[in-house]
T-cell receptor
Framework: ETGVTQSPTHLIKTRGQQVTLRCSSQ?????VSWYQQALGQGPQFIFQ???????GRGNFPPRFSGLQFPNYSSELNVNALELDDSALYLC?????????????FGDGTRLSIL | DAKTTQPPSMDCAEGRAANLPCNHS???????VYWYRQIHSQGPQYIIH???NNETNEMASLIITEDRKSSTLILPHATLRDTAVYYC??????????????FGTGTLLAVQP
């Protein structure tokens, strides 16, 4: 069983740039959630994708957007990067959005904004 | 806001049981309690979850009080590799479809040799 994989593992960008992060869900999982984890804090929910559509969103501005593909993999796009966007970005997959089965996380992408 | 409260840190001697408490006094009847842990520079790792009955798996045991307002995660024989931040989470289902985890700041468990 293949777990959740994310790429790249590390990324450095400058303010104002755009970034795309990628996530492959665990085998058999059709729901993908994205979280942002600032240093010293717990992960914060960004949004969730199910059936290629956004299925819920946290308190993040529209410059955070995403996609889900027919193979259930997903992308997180962030435009107009700000210094506060520096964080660990985590992807988690689960079998169904309303399932009680747990979400499983990848090891994240560490994004640094200069 | 997180629906759980946990102590910020705990120590445990290697080989002893680690008992991590969590309060979730506003939990609703159909909300599950999940435990994850996060070792430095890795993603959160799922440990165990439950609704109202006690649960046990190969990693840990979860004891939920009868009123469901609190729970305890038990690592029966802690090792140095169990040093991590442990998160107790009440999963929120919104609109019957969105399944999001609301993390607090967790408990930093330090296992001492």
């Amino acid at each position: 069983e293949t777990g959740v994989t994310q790429s790249p593992t590390h990324l450095i960008k400058t303010r104002g740039q755009q970034v795309t992060l990628r996530c492959s869900s665990q085998s058999g999982h059709n729901t993908v959630s994205w979280y942002q984890q600032a240093l010293g804090q717990g992960p914060q929910f960004i949004f969730q994708y199910y059936r290629e559509e956004e299925n819920g969103r946290g308190n993040f501005p529209p410059r955070f957007s995403g996609l889900q593909f027919p193979n259930y993999s997903s992308e997180l796009n962030v435009n107009a990067l700000e210094l506060d966007d520096s964080a660990l970005y985590l992807c988690a997959s689960s079998p169904e959005p309303y399932s009680n089965q747990p979400q499983h996380f990848g090891d994240g992408t560490r994004l640094s904004i200069l | 806001d997180a629906k759980t409260t946990q102590p910020p840190s705990m120590d445990c001697a290697e080989g002893r049981a680690a008992n991590l408490p969590c309060n979730h006094s506003t939990i609703s009847g159909n909300e599950y309690v999940y435990w994850y842990r996060q070792i430095h520079s890795q993603g959160p790792q799922y440990i165990i979850h439950g609704l109202k009955n006690n649960e046990t798996n190969e990693m840990a045991s979860l004891i939920i009080t009868e009123d469901r307002k609190s729970s305890t995660l038990i690592l029966p024989h802690a090792t140095l590799r169990d040093t991590a931040v442990y998160y107790c989470i009440v999963r929120v289902l919104e609109g019957g479809a969105t399944n999001k985890l609301i993390f607090g700041t967790g408990t930093l468990l330090a296992v001492q040799p």
